[in-house]
């Protein structure tokens, strides 16, 4: 049995439960090795883990194809994004105008009318002006939805499926939701800039957030002035987008507030307030001066620190689950993992926060293609979806049902719950989220929806033999019902595990050993409701 | 009142056998206990304990402005420093004999069960050295413990009550004999860290429809070889040595857990309560809870969410934001303790709130209030010792702008753990907190 990474929850020891001391597990099994792979080390597993950690999945010809590239070509193909012709930027989807400017602030105009009606106490004419504005309010969160089904939709067309990865991964990062701000546009513009550096660099990253009207708004930076600085987004850009918890005090929070005064927007445009700005001396992180924003940013980044926690952040995010970072004490991980994350982290400040380099080198690492690491990553509910479309090649039926069960299974994109982002890992996984995760598989691969959901069944036939044409097994080819199994087990989990194969056999058996269009996809409304199904 | 399945059947005996089994790592033991305990069910009961108690835990998450829900009018500090969103003296709602205190006005539904004696305001609950992150101090809220680490508090207590410390094998034994249940149920999507144990985990779910496998409607025929894919749980072990727990035996548990709680929770849900509680999303949570409780479910906590309270900007007065999450709470706890005694349990059970901290004393520049340190609790039913206790903290007296704590929350943790459940609160919070009585006596 292979050898996970331990959890924070099982670092206490049990007090009345007398076991082999738990410190003593090390993860010395794991190759601490960033050295890369060799062409013969790279197979059909191999090729598999990187087309679903690299991004969501793929079909059996896109992993075999893999294979023959080797890695070093695969790796660069995956990485080199922006040479290939991406989509265009924005298009979106249902019928009507998309209106950048709907959630504007009122104009002065607008102000002076509601400031009559008030004074003349014509309550007719003020709810006449808040319906106006509550319409506009509605026509917006039908506008978040249509960003939402775009982004969806584009991370299951796209063909730069890192690209997608990673603007998901700052999504979470720099965690902002809709919810809070109601504004569309400036969530799709904070998208974009995640997009535009998605694998770019960290540091214009955290450089363009304190100019992003989405998260100034989130955070509150918007209502902060000289005289009563708000400190919400100096806290969270140190405690959860750059240093971490340990690496900063409370008066640092206090001068960075300082710092980020006068920092706000105006319509869709970022605007520095110079009035509203403390312009004095202030001391951050040990460096004194008469500080900006930008300053705040850049002595951020001289912090090696810095690096270290957003390679922490990559790693939870691509390769395996990392204990929250304020519960990250030095025996949480083992040492093997810690010195791959040092050596990483040092890298990114080193190659000054581009990022490329350092995916490269992970992604090309005998670390990454660990036994204890491959096919033991519990899939977000985007990969779920994703994956399942762009590996299965079912239909995509419904993108906005997709939109409302990945709600459900905890991850609403533009929503995420909290600015902590979402927790990955175990988190996602409960047992009614399971049950969701069984049922959205059941909804792409049938059309049928659960019960207790809103909607008609979508008819869109599937045509799951088609999956069994590519393969060049000729036993596939010609139907056999053990090789038909295997080659399903296989694309759908990687393996093929004993209690599966002989489940599966055994549902063949009593439809007859038919290899039907309808007992295959039976076999696959099965073989993902599998618990292994979850993992990639 | 409770279920009483023929204990001996085979379906209650591999429904009960793996309920436990899943729940913890030591399969082989457990499978022994579980046969033994139905040979000889007069074990099980906790000395002095009914068996029956519950624990409801209604989080308030965001950073409840405790001021002005448990409004200071006797403190002119708190209108000066709040001359936009401080409650009007004539607008509170007095409460009873404790002089200069008053609820905020959207919580009259509140107000009614302090008159009726069924509810007890903590005032000025925090801990050492506040942290104002919510993260943060959620977590130490859901730990016990200042530093944010380890299980949670109520994880550790269930984790003690089911095969450790204390109480033996009451826990475990609990489950075989009755109705069954998981011993903790969150509702929400997420299960909070307050409930993990290392051996006992929550089961948390939002809308009981939609927990089943929905492909058993397409074809009857797969249901079969589902369930045998499904309960493999039982599988999923290697002899309790936990660091070797991979995702993948993870996986197989909570399946397993899935498949047996599905069965016993829809049943539950679909009891329709007496009373009509609030259309909200709140409402609709209480309203489960009281159907489960009523259904007879041995679930010992229960654990709901509320909010966001984090109003920085916009809070509002008497009207406003904050009142409206002030009013479904008051509002839905109101229809809760209603049909609780409709149903004839509210002796069985006691309720708490808490937030991860309160606000600061002052506005701030967008009609609203930032993070603040100590705050109010409430405890809520028959069995919480009615009215104002501890004093209000002075807000002459502050410190940076933030009140200072005068009640540890884990001495009101002591209380519940040692007067409503009978466990051994040093154990459960890893050290001794001196209790601060919420339970009447």
Not at chain 1, 6 to 15: C, G, N, Y
Not at chain 1, 177 to 195: D, P, T, V, W
Not at chain 1, 338 to 351: I, K, N, P, Q, Y
Not at chain 2, 153 to 168: A, I, T, V
Request: contains cysteine; proline residues 5%; glycine residues 10%.
């Amino acid at each position: 049995m292979p050898h996970a990474l331990r959890q924070p929850k099982d670092v206490r020891p049990e007090a009345q439960v007398s076991e082999p001391e738990r410190d003593s597990q090390p993860d010395d099994k794991i190759s601490p090795s960033l050295g890369a792979i060799n062409p013969e080390q790279f197979g059909y597993a191999q090729a598999r883990h990187l087309i679903w950690r690299a991004g969501f999945g793929g079909t059996d010809e896109q992993i075999r194809l893999l294979v023959r590239w080797g890695p070093e070509k695969s790796v660069d193909h995956l990485l080199n994004f922006g040479e290939k012709a991406t989509m265009p930027a924005f298009e979106p989807l249902g019928a009507g105008q998309y209106r950048d400017d709907i959630m504007r602030e009122p104009t002065d105009e607008e102000r002076r009318a509601y400031r009559m009606a008030q004074q003349a106490q014509n309550e007719d004419e003020l709810a006449r002006l808040r319906n106006l504005r509550q319409d506009r309010e509605q026509e917006d969160r039908r506008q978040i939805g249509e960003v939402q089904k775009w982004w969806l939709k584009r991370m299951i067309q796209t063909r730069a499926p890192l690209e997608e990865k990673m603007t998901l991964f700052w999504h979470g990062h720099f965690a902002t939701s809709y919810r809070a701000i109601e504004n569309s546009y400036h969530m799709l513009a904070q998208n974009q800039m995640f997009r535009a550096n998605a694998a770019g660099n960290y540091g214009e990253l955290l450089a363009g957030i304190i100019r992003d009207p989405a998260m100034l708004a989130y955070l509150d930076n918007n209502d902060s002035r000289k005289d009563r600085p708000n400190e919400n987004l100096a806290r969270e850009i140190m405690e959860l987008f750059s240093l971490g918890v340990g690496n900063f005090n409370e008066e640092d929070i206090k001068q960075g507030a300082r710092a980020l005064t006068g920092y706000t927007f105006e319509s869709n445009e970022f605007k520095f307030r110079k009035n509203n700005h403390d312009s004095g001396i202030k001391s951050i992180l040990g460096q004194k001066g008469g500080w900006d924003g930008d300053d705040f940013v850049k002595i951020i980044l001289g912090k090696r620190e810095c690096a270290r926690f957003v390679m922490r952040r990559m790693y939870h995010f691509l390769v395996a689950d990392m204990p929250p970072d304020e519960r990250m004490g030095a025996s949480s991980v083992g040492p093997a993992t810690r010195s791959v994350l040092r050596e990483l982290g040092d890298m990114l400040f080193a190659r000054k926060y581009n990022l490329k380099p350092v995916l490269r080198r992970l992604l090309l690492s005998h670390h990454f293609y660990d036994d204890t690491i491959m096919a033991q990553q519990i899939k977000s509910p985007a990969m779920l979806v994703v994956g399942a479309v762009r590996g299965l090649e079912t239909p995509v039926r419904d993108l906005q049902l997709l939109n409302q069960a990945m709600d459900m299974m905890g991850q609403r994109l533009f929503f995420p719950p909290s600015v902590k982002g979402w927790d990955g890992g175990r988190t996602w996984i409960n047992t009614s989220t399971l049950f969701v995760r069984q049922n959205v598989l059941a909804f792409l691969l049938s059309g049928q929806l659960p019960r207790g959901v809103d909607g008609t069944a979508n008819t869109e036939k599937y045509d799951s033999l088609a999956l069994l044409k590519a393969s060049t097994d000729p036993a596939v080819a010609a139907k056999d019902v053990g090789a038909v199994t295997d080659h399903l087990l296989k694309l759908a989990l990687g393996r093929a595990p004993a209690a599966g194969s002989d489940a599966i056999r055994g549902y063949f058996a009593r439809e007859g050993n038919q290899v039907k269009e309808r007992a295959v996809t039976g076999a696959l409304l099965l073989i993902t409701a599998m618990p292994e199904y979850q993992l990639c | 009142m409770l279920n009483q399945p023929d204990p001996f059947s085979r379906r209650a005996l591999l429904q009960h056998g793996l309920v436990m089994a899943s729940t913890s790592l030591l399969l082989p033991s457990f499978l022994e206990r579980s046969a033994f305990a139905m040979a000889h069910p007069h074990l099980s009961s906790i000395p002095g304990v009914p068996d029956e108690r519950v624990l409801v835990v209604l989080q308030l998450s965001g950073g409840n402005d405790g001021l002005n829900t448990v409004v200071p009018l006797f403190a002119p500090e708190y209108f000066k420093l709040r001359p936009g969103i401080a409650i009007p003296e004539r607008d509170a709602l007095r409460l009873g004999k404790s002089d200069g205190l008053g609820l905020h006005p959207a919580m009259g539904s509140l107000r009614d069960l302090y008159d009726d004696g069924l509810l007890s305001v903590v005032q000025g609950v925090g801990y050492p050295n506040p942290n104002r992150s919510h993260f943060k101090s959620m977590d130490i809220w859901q730990t016990a413990d200042t530093t944010a680490t380890g299980n949670g508090w109520l994880g550790r207590y269930l984790d003690s009550e089911c095969c450790g410390f204390g109480k033996g094998e009451s826990g475990a034994v609990e489950q075989d004999q009755s109705g069954g249940g998981p011993s903790s149920i969150s509702i929400g999507r997420t299960a909070p860290l307050a409930l993990d144990g290392s051996k006992v985990k929550p089961v948390a779910f939002e809308s009981a429809q939609l927990f089943r496998w929905s492909a058993q409607d397409i074809d009857k025929d797969l249901a079969s070889t589902y369930d045998t894919l499904n309960r493999r749980g039982i599988l999923a072990t290697n002899g309790g040595s936990g660091p070797k727990d991979t995702n993948a035996d993870f996986l197989l548990r909570t399946a397993l857990d899935a498949q047996v709680s599905s069965d016993l929770i829809r049943k539950a849900v679909a009891r329709k309560p007496q009373t009509t509680f609030p259309q909200n999303e709140l409402g609709n949570q209480l309203s489960m809870i009281a159907s489960m409780i009523g259904a007879g479910l041995r679930t010992r906590v229960y654990y709901v969410s509320h909010g966001s309270f984090d109003t920085h900007s916009g809070q509002g007065g008497a009207n406003g934001r904050h009142a409206q999450l002030l009013r479904s709470f008051a509002d839905g706890v109101k229809a809760f303790w209603q049909e609780l005694k409709a149903q004839g349990n509210d002796q069985r059970v006691l309720m708490m709130s808490f937030s991860e901290f309160g606000r600061r004393v002052g506005q701030n520049a967008s009609q609203g209030t930032d993070h603040g340190t100590a705050a109010p609790m409430f405890l809520m039913g028959p069995h919480a010792k009615p009215g104002v206790l501890t004093s209000h903290p002075s807000l002459r007296d502050l410190d940076e702008g933030d009140l200072k704590f005068n009640t540890d929350f884990r001495g009101v943790y002591a209380s519940i753990l040692e007067d409503w459940l009978k466990a051994d609160s040093d154990k459960v919070l890893e050290g001794r907190f001196k209790p601060v009585r919420v339970v009447k006596m």
